[in-house]
């Protein structure tokens, strides 16, 4: 139910925003009643009062409802999970010096460019004191290091990422959404958090809704979930609320991918005609490439047509990305006894290994202590352990 409700809530914002767009004028109550079959009115103003409260709509004194001003709705880059957004290529003079180097390393990693991003991104790790620039530079580190086949950056990012303490309840679920992202890079099963899967979005700030979006399709492709991808689509609608073509363009893509698998090649074409597009655009070789295993036969004749001259660098590239990903992959998921633990499993394990109580590991994961109880026996029943002392010394050589 919560699920369907937020995905109603989605539908909502997207007629509101596609009426402004094509009309300049902004809808009343009871004209989205209407267009959107709302049974009541009360219902409504409900959905309208959370879109409020995520900063995505504001409400004039004569009952018409409106998107929130440009400048107020958009920011440059997260505070968690400290990424630059791709829109700001506009905005590229108000960023500072460490911020633009940041967002030209994930656009060399985009475009292609891995050594210039894996450069620039350990000349942050050297430099800038800012934390959240930090985390960002071995986020992009691991990224491109798919190509290099270098999992020490990946393990230096999980590291970093399960110490990391949230301040906040969104915090807490945006680093467990980037976590789970990561790990469905590497095609983990059944990676999807369990509040996601539940659609309970309503804690996450607007900037992290795309990358829910794109957690939830690609646990869909993953798991070989039997859901039609439409059911997917409502949650795309929020990448454009950020303008960041690069999460837009790998939902496209995604998308393609769990529609070629239904076999919908309409909807398959749309949505990578679409991609394609921004990748041009952009210059970014990158996302088509790390596609193009599932999806060359359809992308090939595309960029025949539109581009033909980059099909040899994506065909140069695609061989890369396989043997740096096959390296990874092994590293990361082939022989490591954690293989089969979720992500708050390993955040637990990582408390256990430091040391702390029941209670303190409660504390630091916003958990009941029961609820902790509950996460160590399962731990133990995968590794085949009975307490501690075993779990310190059976993953010690892992953490």
Known sequence: MKKINELRLMKT????????LRTGAYPTYRE????????????????????????????????????????????????????????????????????????????????????????????????????????????????????TGEAVYWKDFFKSMISYEPKTTSEKLEKELLAHFLTSLLKVKGNCPQWLEEGRFYNLRNEAYPFAGLLFIANGINSNIENSPTLYEPLCSFASISNNDAVQVYEDLYLAIAYRYREHDDYLSAHLNNAIKTCLKRGWLTPLVEVYKTLGGVIRPILEKENGSILSRIDELAPVLAGGYNKIHLAMVGDNPLRDLTFREVEVINFV???????????????????????????????????????????????
């Open 13 to 20: 914002y997207t007629y509101i925003e596609d009426l402004y």
């Open 32 to 147: 989205i009643q209407q267009a959107m079959n709302y049974s009541t009115l009360s219902l409504l103003s409900s959905d309208i009062r959370r879109l409020k409260k995520k900063g995505l709509l504001v409400e004039d004194e004569h009952r018409h409802v409106r998107l929130r001003k440009e400048k107020e709705k958009h920011s440059y880059r997260y505070d968690y999970p400290l990424l630059i957004m791709s829109d700001a290529s506009i905005n590229y003079s108000r960023l500072d010096d460490d911020e633009k180097a940041l967002y030209d390393a994930q656009d060399a990693y985009l475009k292609g460019d891995y050594e210039l991003a894996i450069s620039l991104s350990k000349s942050l790790l050297s430099s800038s004191i800012d934390q959240s620039i930090l985390f960002g530079a071995r986020f992009t580190l691991s990224w491109a290091s798919i190509y």
């Open 353 to 399: 290994h430091a040391g702390l109580s029941n209670k303190e590991i409660a504390d630091k994961l916003f958990l009941s202590t029961e609820t902790v109880k509950y996460y160590l026996s399962s731990i133990y029943a995968k590794l085949g352990i009975s307490g501690r002392k075993e779990l310190r010394e059976k993953v010690n050589k892992f953490m």
